[in-house]
């Protein structure tokens, strides 16, 4: 039975008019609560910079995989395995010379702001003569190293190796730059290197002189120009005293130390898997790798970007403080970095298919497999943060060192039967072990609870009101 209409009038006069008038108020305070909440989140620098350097590294990615697709599709995995083996000599040896130097720079300039200038110039003459030593040793280390190429590819990496203390310095300034949080113009810096890469390869292959040697070369000579530039915006911050500061200098060089573990075995880490494969498998092998290690550059977008920003906000403060800002960062970019790994995972396929062709289609099984490492390895560089900004690098040293010895002894064993597959497990199994060893060294070591694992509602309003 349709209700009258007198009825409907009836009931709409009924309705009291302060109750209207208290709906429409608690609906404007919720939208002003919304609008706050948002100018908070963009008011927040922290957050601002992390936005800004993560869509920065995502163009990058872009770049780069525009590089990776011209480089597989003109060089084939042979040709892309000899361009790797020529990048190995100098590509580790930067890493190693770098000695710890940007993390030690940026952790003594925030502990100590009076003698900051005395630190940079410590930093830049112990870089010069670190590198110098490395591209000595590398000039003599690689005719063994790179004993299955010809004398054109190893004469290809050693004047490689002769960029090392350029990219050593560039870790100085990063540093500096980092120390007085400079993200946003390193993160364009960053982004710059990747066009000259790409222009440069595509001038190449346009050419028809793209090979291995000069495609390699494409790779590293841009750094020359990054440094340049680099060195301006530094300097004109901060002015390099002289490094004869003898307790500076000697700060600046125990801390080194004590974290170049780190960088030697996490370099040494990081090539382990290609220094197995020239000696165990063959160029094409190695090739079809080096595009399934596409997946840990994806997923680590986001926490290397959280994470040069993160450090510098932590370092010199007390063990609370550092608890508690790592554990937030921990629990948000997991949650972000599990979404990216899944989705990948399951387009791995169509991606790897449609941007490096048929030919690569082995290297989507350990792809798969080594997004599970990504993603456990960036939880554990997150983690790290809580002993290098608390002032104890060099138990992440011993970490990093078990880590490295779990990959290297599984490697051995399981390269012969499962190929590069088995070089993704080795990799799982070395991160698993490491994100075991940071997280019972906190109490253990730091006396420190372990942070809460699982994201809340009052994570994402920290974030929303700093």
């Not at 009836?10 to 919720?30: F, G, V």
């Not at 986001?302 to 403060?317: D, K, Q």
């Not at 979404?339 to 290297?363: H, Q, R, T, W």
Request: with cysteine; net charge positive; proline share 5%.
């Amino acid at each position: 039975m349709p209700i009258p209409r007198t009825h409907w009038r009836r009931a709409k006069q009924s309705i009291d008019p302060h109750e209207t008038d208290s709906l429409q108020e608690n609906k404007q305070q919720k939208y002003r609560s919304t609008v706050t909440r948002m100018r908070g989140l963009f008011r927040n620098q922290r957050v601002n910079s992390m936005i800004l350097i993560a869509s920065l590294r995502v163009v990058s990615l872009v770049t780069n995989l525009g590089t990776g697709m011209i480089t597989a599709w003109s060089l084939g995995p042979a040709g892309r395995g000899t361009q790797a083996a020529i990048l190995l000599g100098a590509l580790t040896l930067s890493g190693i010379c770098s000695f710890g130097l940007h993390t030690a720079l940026v952790y003594n300039m925030k502990s100590d702001p009076p003698n900051k200038s005395y630190y940079f110039g410590s930093a830049l003459l112990i870089g010069l003569i670190v590198s110098l030593i490395g591209v000595t040793i590398g000039w003599f280390a690689l005719p063994w190293i790179l004993d299955k190429f010809d004398e054109h590819t190893l004469l290809a990496g050693r004047l490689l190796t002769f960029v090392v203390p350029v990219s050593v310095i560039s870790y100085v300034l990063n540093g500096v730059l980092d120390g007085h949080h400079e993200f946003n113009f390193v993160s364009r810096l960053g982004l710059l290197n990747n066009f000259f890469i790409l222009c440069s390869l595509s001038l190449l292959w346009l050419s028809g002189l793209l090979t291995p040697a000069t495609a390699a070369m494409s790779y590293l000579l841009p750094t020359v120009p990054i440094t340049a530039m680099l060195a301006w915006r530094a300097t004109s911050i901060l002015r390099p005293a002289t490094p004869f500061h003898g307790a500076c200098l000697k700060r600046m060089f125990t801390y080194s130390v004590r974290f170049f573990g780190v960088d030697l075995i996490c370099t040494v880490s990081g090539y382990l898997d290609q220094f197995l494969m020239v000696l165990f498998l063959n160029a094409q092998d190695l090739g079809l790798y080096s595009v399934a290690t596409t997946a840990e550059r994806v997923l680590g977008i986001i926490p290397a970007s959280i994470l040069t920003v993160t450090f510098p906000s932590v370092a010199g403060r007390s063990k609370d403080d550092i608890r508690e800002i790592v554990g937030i960062t921990a629990r948000l970019t997991s949650i972000v970095t599990t979404s990216a790994a899944v989705f990948l995972g399951i387009f791995a396929p169509y991606f790897l298919l449609l941007l490096y062709g048929p030919k690569f289609a082995e290297a989507i099984v350990p792809f798969r497999i080594l997004l599970l490492s990504a993603l456990v390895s960036n939880a554990v560089g997150t983690f790290y943060q809580m002993y290098s900004g608390s002032g104890r690098p060099e138990i992440v040293t011993v970490f990093e060192a078990i880590g490295f010895v779990i990959a290297a002894t599984s490697m051995v064993i399981l390269i012969p039967f499962y190929g590069i597959n088995g070089v993704a497990i080795a990799a799982v199994l070395s991160a698993a072990g490491r994100l075991i060893l940071v997280l019972g060294g906190l109490p253990a070591v730091l006396h420190l609870s372990i942070p809460r694992l699982i994201i809340n509602w009052a994570d994402i309003k920290r974030v929303f009101h700093p």
